[in-house]
């Protein structure tokens, strides 16, 4: 059974950091490329970052280029992202997804084939 786990959201003050994990198991992490995504209310969700299957590449969406940071540990099946400036429009649910055996990193959400169930971000200012 697939499962990926969030964790690792809160509520903190604008220019705060957080970093949120994504526990992936019953999958074959190391041959998936994995995603960030996120919902705020009333708004479709929207890509974050995503990440190869090696970690050699990554993609950002522009609103949070410089200031997140994608990355993954193959040997723990676990996705990381580490989110620094924090500002009030970060808050929204963000959810992990993995897009099965696919090398590259991708923005397209109906590439992804498995997604968590989602850790709240509020981020105050």
């Known amino acids: 059974q697939v499962q990926l786990v969030e964790s690792g959201g809160g509520s903190v003050q604008a220019g705060a950091s957080l970093r949120l994990s994504c526990a992936a198991s019953?999958?074959?992490?190391?041959?998936?490329?994995q995603g960030w995504f996120r919902q705020a209310p009333g708004e479709e969700r929207q890509f974050v970052a995503s990440i190869s299957w090696s970690g050699d590449s990554s993609r950002y969406a522009d609103s949070v280029k410089g200031r997140f940071t994608i990355s993954r540990d193959n040997v723990q099946n676990t996705l990381y992202l580490q989110m620094n400036s924090l500002k009030a429009e970060d808050t929204a649910v963000y959810y992990c997804a993995s897009a099965y055996y696919t090398e590259t990193p991708t923005s397209n959400p109906y590439e992804y084939d498995f997604w968590g169930q989602g850790t709240q971000v509020t981020v105050s200012s």
């Open positions: 019953g999958l074959p992490f190391a041959r998936d490329a």
